[in-house]
């Protein structure tokens, strides 16, 4: 098969799957809007939503022929873009009070005795099966010591990392587009998100990996996009380093690499005759590279973890099977709380009970006999599966567990509800159009981001699924159906990255 050929094989076969893929997360968030009592309410939001980017197209001339004008340089419109988010995540990390999970209790709780010298912690079930979650707990306990007890620098620290997570919505959807006011629309569009809001008073780490996965990526879309001399294998090298500080603060890093392998995936279909060999070893070896120093830093930071005698598990995760176990039994909830009773892992004391020796074998065993039965309840555990990860309230699900009954909380949360599921099915459709215009010429940054999508899409229908975990997967969606919103807005340009 030639080389154009098989890039025309590949991008309608990356077209159809995506679509089918977006498809049934856009079914799922219609189907359960009951869930949410909410009646059809949520669909008029959005298309307000859509009406106004119609608007926009319509009456707002005059804006973008006075944009095209300005002589601002060009660093100002990111520093205003991250100024303002800054202010909007900082408000909202310091003013709203969402409920934390008991997760982040536990990690708060070793990091608080950390602080006050008390380095116990790691002996205890949680760290042990977790061993993992060991870097933003230290890194917690350091804040806390910063701030003499007070939870304020790590509200601070992830109201950057959120600032940042928004830049880089806007850099791509920019990118993606070529028009700055597109990638202001839709940054704006991702920072007034409720999700977003209200996780930022949240102590969780998907704040700090979010924003160091997708600058990882996005160094790796840039380095992809030019030549591989110096420079090129420099931000190979930054994009591996800052996907492994992703992975530390959260392991989430091997679903970011499958946006990485759509760089590949890219390269084979913008191939032309002659160029194909030359292109795909280039980013090959740039991979090698992220690859590298992914795995060297990953190595060195669990060495010294366990060197240092920090946690002897160094960053283990010594009990996967509870996670494949919540996948395959979500129907049956009292077959994972009697697995944790038999391992002795639950909350509360999760700090203090010590790890069963024989947990993994205990755990496999009710993994196996799910397993054995899926043929028979194959059905509600996939629609459940859907239901959590696309479809249960919004990215939080627990913030709205508010323990307060007045009715302006009933009203606010009706309100937020209403505009997340608004706001949710447009972005969707969105990014499905913008999909189906790219079939045919697919640039570097959509290919990453949609091989990322659907990979964690996929990879989510067979191991744990909260309904935050949606967090990571959103900036992706924003950013990869700009092209659809630039063409409903009036005034899109060529892509930056369409060719090598």
Known sequence: MSSTKLGTVLGWALTIGLVAILSVIAAVAVRYSDKIQ???WWLAVGEGIVLAALAWRRYGYRVRVAWSRRSAPGWAVPCAVFSGSLVVDLVAALAVRTKQSIDWEAMLGAAQSIADGDWSFSESAYYYYHAYQTPWTLLEAGLLRVGGGSVVPILIVNALAMAGTNLLVYLMAR??????????????????CPGHILLANVLTNEHMSTVLLYLGLYLAVLAAAGPFKWRGAGLFAAAGLALELGNLARPAGIAMWMGMIGLLVWSLMSARKGAAGRRVGRIAAGMGVAAAVYLIVGAGASWTIQATGV???GLKNNLPELKVLRAFAPANPEVLDQAREDVGFGFPGVLEDPPHPE???????????EIADLPNDWQPTLRLQLWRLWGQNTMGAWYFNIDDPTPATSFARAGLVLLERGLFLPIVIMAGWATIMNRRSWSVLATALACFVA???LMHLAIEVQPRYRYLAMPALFALGAPAWARLMGGTRRSRDRQP
């Open 359 to 369: 947990a993994r074998e205990i755990v496999r065993r009710y993994v196996e006999k």
């Open 455 to 457: 990979a964690y899409a």
């Open 175 to 192: 990118r993606l587009t070529g028009s700055a006011a597109v990638g202001i629309a839709v940054a704006a569009a991702y920072l007034l």
């Open 311 to 313: 946690n002897d598990q």
């Open 38 to 40: 909410l009646g059809p």
